[in-house]
Nanobody
């Protein structure tokens, strides 16, 4: 069983930055494909970035150049550094892990079977 806990969300002004953290217990991120997603009110959960167990990354086009994912394997934490934030980045951000090695795209919600509770990011204009 893998438990994921996100933290680091908050209120930030347009153009500001936040760093989100996703802490895992039960398995090492070195053995898991993981992803960050976000969901704004009234919308579907949206792919942000994925990181494979080997460390390779894939970003959603709208996040390239602004968001950066990294991990600290010693602490078993994955970070999402978000810069140049815009009002449309406002959402609940979730991290997710593929524990049972599901078939599918790393950009798909269905790929992941373990989810954190989410952390709210609000960007004010």
């Amino acid at each position: 069983q893998v438990q994921l806990v996100e933290s680091g969300g908050g209120l930030v002004q347009v153009g500001g930055s936040l760093r989100l953290s996703c802490t895992a217990s039960g398995r090492s991120f070195r053995t898991l494909d993981m992803g960050w997603f976000r969901q704004a009110p009234g919308t579907e959960r949206e792919f942000v970035v994925s990181m494979s167990w080997s460390g390779s990354t894939t970003y959603a086009n709208s996040m390239k150049g602004r968001f950066t994912v990294s991990r600290d394997t010693a602490k078993n934490i994955v970070y999402l550094q978000m810069n140049s934030l815009r009002p449309d980045d406002t959402a609940v951000y979730y991290c997710a892990a593929d524990v049972t090695r599901r078939v599918g795209s790393r950009g798909s919600v269905e790929k992941y079977d373990s989810w954190g509770q989410g952390t709210q990011v609000t960007v004010s204009s």
